[in-house]
């Protein structure tokens, strides 16, 4: 959907520009400046995937808007729920009155339903733990505060979202479109890969299961999960470590959730260890089902390797053959032991 049908079916909402007049004519229509207040530069914030999200400085403040539209930004060509910033400002609605997750997010300060843009304190200097896939380790502190906000955010009492386009589309990316011969071109990521990956979908036991743990991934549950826990989606601050982008959250598994966060630590080769310290961690709050994490891990590795949503690992052939053999084994026997030299 192209910027004129958009408009043409969205009479009320309108894209933002990157530039001091858009974002500043924006605002004063929105009634959100400060008395005096006027914007002196505009800026990307970040490298996100979904949405246009722009830092804003004015000679009195700096905060972030964030507009989702129809495609994701990352991938213009992929079509997205427009709806999905609407998701994220209801799971702070959901969060609101609890205190250790607000305190670990940053502050919602405007929400506009009719053109699809948040608006969000500024977390200053930022950056998330994307670091980790590049041989770096993260501490043993920062699993615990991780696995900690997740336990919390899952104990949370909720409303259902049920963000139904939102999981048809990640339900695309996770459960299917790795699983398709020829979708994206495996070889020009890593030379080699579409053989291996052309091997692995023939793979009858692991893509029943793969139908199973996409069926249960469809299903409303009662459990505010984020959606999309994994290291793009964890700051370090000045502050301390915050939480960002809940446009994926939905109400199903805690497994979900705590499946994706073992995955990419996983993925980033991280001390086997660190799974254990996760267990434990959550266990002092909430309980769960490892063999149903364990599945939903070795999906998350699956889809992270064949699928469009790439990660920025360096790593040879025999490295991601290693890493898919890993995802077979959590799917089809999961189990409570992982040595350090899966």
């Known amino acids: 959907m192209d910027k004129q049908t958009f408009h043409a079916t969205h009479s009320n909402s309108y894209f933002l520009e990157s530039n001091i007049r858009s974002i500043s004519d924006y605002l004063s229509q929105q009634k959100y400046l400060l008395t005096n207040e006027q914007i002196s530069n505009v800026e990307v914030a970040g490298e996100g995937n979904m ?6 400085f004015s000679n009195q403040r700096t905060f972030i808007i964030k507009q989702s539209r129809p495609w994701v930004e990352k991938f213009p060509n992929i ?3 427009v709806e999905r910033a609407l998701m994220e400002g209801e799971f702070y609605q959901n969060i609101n009155n609890n205190k250790d997750l607000t305190s670990n997010m940053p502050c919602l300060l405007h929400m506009d339903k009719k053109s699809y843009i948040l608006i969000f304190e500024d977390l200053g200097n930022a950056q998330d733990f994307s670091y980790i896939y590049n041989n770096k380790l993260i501490s043993s502190e920062h699993v615990e505060q991780l696995t900690l906000f997740l336990a919390k955010l899952h104990n949370t009492k909720s409303k259902t979202i049920e963000n139904t386009d939102m999981r048809k589309l990640n339900y695309e990316h996770i459960y299917v479109i790795p699983f398709q011969n020829n979708f994206i071109n495996l070889d020009e990521i890593t030379p080699g890969l579409n053989n291996v990956a052309c091997d692995f979908r023939t793979k009858q036991d692991y893509k029943h299961q793969l139908q199973l743990l996409g069926k249960l991934y469809l299903e409303n549950g009662k459990t505010l999960l984020h959606g999309d826990y994994y290291p793009g989606s964890w700051l370090m601050t000045d502050n301390g470590v915050k939480i960002i982008d809940a446009e994926f959250c939905f109400s199903g598994p805690c497994e979900f959730d705590m499946g994706v966060m073992i995955a990419h630590l996983l993925l980033a080769k991280q001390p ?7 267990f434990a961690h959550y266990k002092k709050i909430n309980s769960f089902d490892v063999k149903l994490a364990f599945r939903f891990a070795g999906v998350e590795i699956m889809r992270r390797l064949l699928g469009v949503a790439q990660l920025p690992l360096k790593y040879s052939l025999q490295d991601k053959h290693k890493l898919l053999e890993l995802s077979y084994r959590l799917v089809i026997t999961p189990d409570n032991t992982l040595s350090e030299t899966d």
């Open 51 to 56: 949405n246009c999200t722009l830092r804003v």
């Open 79 to 81: 079509a997205a729920p």
């Open 272 to 278: 086997r260890s660190f799974v254990y310290k996760i």
